[in-house]
C-alpha cells in the first residue's frame, strides 16, 4: 500500500468510526457506553492486523504495542489521541490521531526497532461523561489516583453504577461521590459501589475536598456530617458500616 493509500485508508477508518455514536445522526461518543466497545472492537482488530498486543488498561485506555522483536523494558514511542467526543463531534475530532498512530505501524511492515511504539486510544478525555476531563491520559502518565463522580449524571448511567463499574477494573481509583441528595438509604447503595466516600455539595469547598482525598488515600472513609455513612475499608472482609453523622476519618 502507498502512502497516499494509507491516508486514504485512515480517512476511510475515521469515517467508519464516527458511525459508531449514541446518536443517529451525530457523532456522540462517550466513555463506556455501546459505541465506545463498538470502536474497542474495531479498533483493536486493526492493531492486531499491524501486530500489535493489545488490551485495555485499568482507565478503560485501548493500547496496542509494536514491539519489533524488542524485549518489554525497551523503551517506547508512544503515539496516540481519545477514541470519546463531545456531543456533535467532527469525523475526526480525538480518534485522528489513534488511526494515524496504527496506520504507522502498519507502514513499517514489521521492521524492527531499538524501541517498541505504542498506539493508546484513551478513554475518557473530553469529560462528557463524568464532568471530568482527561481521566484515560491522567491515568496513562500515573497521575490519577481519585475520581470525584456527581451522583446524578447525563447518560442513562448514575454515579452509583459508574462508581461499581470503577470500582470492577483492575486497580481502580479511589472513588468519591458528591450529590445534593442526603439520607441513610442511599448509604448501602453506595457502600457497595465501591466508593469511598459520600459528600454533600452544599457542605464542603476546596479545602474540604482535599481533606477528602487525603483522608480516602490513606486508607479510611468518609462522609460528611448529615450525608449517610459509607462503610469502612476492612482487609478482614467487607465494609463494616459506621453511625451516620460521624465526622471525615471517622474508624
Not at 126 to 145: M, Q
Not at 146 to 170: C, K, N, Y
Not at 228 to 242: E, F, I, K, N, Y
Amino acid at each position: 500500500m502507498t502512502p497516499l493509500e494509507r491516508a486514504e485508508e485512515v480517512v476511510r477508518r475515521c469515517r467508519e468510526l464516527a458511525r459508531c455514536s449514541e446518536e443517529p445522526h451525530a457523532t456522540t461518543r462517550t466513555f463506556l457506553s455501546a459505541p465506545m466497545r463498538d470502536v474497542h472492537a474495531l479498533v483493536t482488530q486493526w492493531m492486531h492486523s499491524a501486530g500489535m498486543t493489545v488490551r485495555v488498561d485499568a482507565a478503560g485506555n485501548l493500547r496496542g504495542v509494536y514491539r519489533s522483536g524488542r524485549p518489554t523494558q525497551a523503551r517506547r514511542l508512544v503515539i496516540g489521541s481519545h477514541l470519546d467526543t463531545v456531543p456533535n463531534a467532527g469525523a475526526f475530532d480525538g480518534i485522528l490521531g489513534v488511526m494515524l498512530a496504527v496506520a504507522l505501524v502498519e507502514q513499517l511492515e514489521g521492521r524492527s526497532y531499538p524501541y517498541a511504539i505504542e498506539a493508546v486510544g484513551f478513554s475518557e478525555e473530553e469529560g462528557v461523561r463524568f464532568n471530568a476531563p482527561f481521566i484515560g491520559s491522567r491515568a496513562f502518565i500515573g497521575s490519577l489516583d481519585a475520581a470525584l463522580l456527581d451522583l446524578t449524571m447525563s447518560g442513562g448511567m448514575d454515579g452509583i453504577e459508574a462508581a461499581a463499574q470503577i470500582a470492577a477494573r483492575p486497580q481502580p481509583p479511589i472513588v468519591v461521590l458528591v450529590s445534593t441528595y442526603s439520607g441513610q438509604e442511599y448509604a448501602d447503595q453506595i457502600e457497595h459501589s465501591g466508593a469511598r466516600a459520600y459528600l454533600e455539595k452544599s457542605e464542603f469547598g476546596p479545602e474540604r475536598l482535599l481533606e477528602v482525598w487525603a483522608t480516602v488515600s490513606a486508607g479510611s472513609t468518609a462522609s460528611t456530617e448529615n450525608s449517610p455513612s459509607v462503610g469502612q475499608t476492612s482487609t478482614d472482609g467487607p465494609p463494616a458500616g459506621r453511625p451516620a453523622g460521624g465526622s471525615i476519618g471517622d474508624t
